[in-house]
T-cell receptor, first 114, second 115 residues
Framework: ETGVTQTPRHLVMGMTNKKSLKCEQHLGHNAMYWYKQSAKKPLELMFVYSLEERVENNSVPSRFSPECPNSSHLFLHLHTLQPEDSALYLC?????????????FGPGTRLTVL | AQKVTQAQTEISVVEKEDVTLDCVYETRDTTYYLFWYKQPPSGELVFLIRRNSFDEQNEISGRYSWNFQKSTSSFNFTITASQVVDSAVYFCALRVYNQGGKLIFGQGTELSVKP
């Protein structure tokens, strides 16, 4: 595997379900990110992790819970979501979270909340 | 406040035409980075270019070229001799020093190249 991978690629869940999105990066990076891409809206940063520590939380509702067990893996745990949470969730990684480092993205998980 | 504007929502061209995608940004920071990403139908954002605020040299990479002009706060992207495989949504993004890891994206331009 190369680059940034995400599983599952598609997920349909009810509002009472609990599910998790997984991201894995094979680039040896130390920073990882979750973004949300909704229809007709710009990509929004949700969380930033650097060396497994959360460094930014962009006012995201608590029904989204991130976890970064090591620098290669990032999870987004979902519970009691709303239909408006349906979106493409993109994971990214960069060498560090500093300004100059380029973020490389995974293919995303298309989430539908019924 | 930081902002990126891509005024062209959709562009349609015929193969082999040249096409320019516009990007205008706003920031009061003197140190910042600009990026372009391509998002094909598969969904993955593909990194195309990174440019820092102190380097106004234009760049060419094959059929792609970028024109960075600080005087007009623009970072435009031109595809020469477009091909069907160029069809995708293209995003311009800004990253400034005091925003941590945050990339501020424009709304994207959907490019459709028809054979």
């Amino acid at each position: 595997e190369t680059g940034v991978t995400q599983t599952p690629r598609h997920l349909v869940m009810g509002m009472t379900n609990k599910k998790s999105l997984k991201c894995e990066q094979h680039l040896g990076h130390n920073a990882m990110y979750w973004y949300k891409q909704s229809a007709k809206k710009p990509l929004e940063l949700m969380f930033v992790y650097s060396l497994e520590e959360r460094v930014e939380n962009n006012s995201v509702p608590s029904r989204f819970s991130p976890e970064c067990p090591n620098s290669s893996h990032l999870f987004l745990h979902l519970h009691t979501l709303q239909p408006e949470d349906s979106a493409l969730y993109l994971c990214a990684s960069s060498q560090t979270p500093i300004l100059a480092d380029t973020q490389y993205f995974g293919p995303g998980t298309r989430l539908t909340v019924l | 406040a930081q902002k990126v504007t891509q005024a062209q929502t959709e562009i349609s061209v015929v193969e082999k035409e040249d096409v320019t995608l516009d990007c205008v940004y706003e920031t009061r920071d003197t140190t910042y980075y600009l990026f372009w990403y391509k998002q094909p139908p598969s969904g993955e954002l593909v990194f195309l270019i990174r440019r820092n605020s102190f380097d106004e040299q234009n760049e060419i990479s094959g059929r792609y070229s970028w024109n960075f002009q600080k005087s007009t706060s623009s970072f435009n992207f031109t595809i020469t001799a477009s091909q069907v495989v160029d069809s995708a949504v293209y995003f311009c993004a800004l990253r400034v020093y005091n925003q941590g890891g945050k990339l501020i994206f424009g709304q994207g331009t959907e490019l459709s190249v028809k054979p």
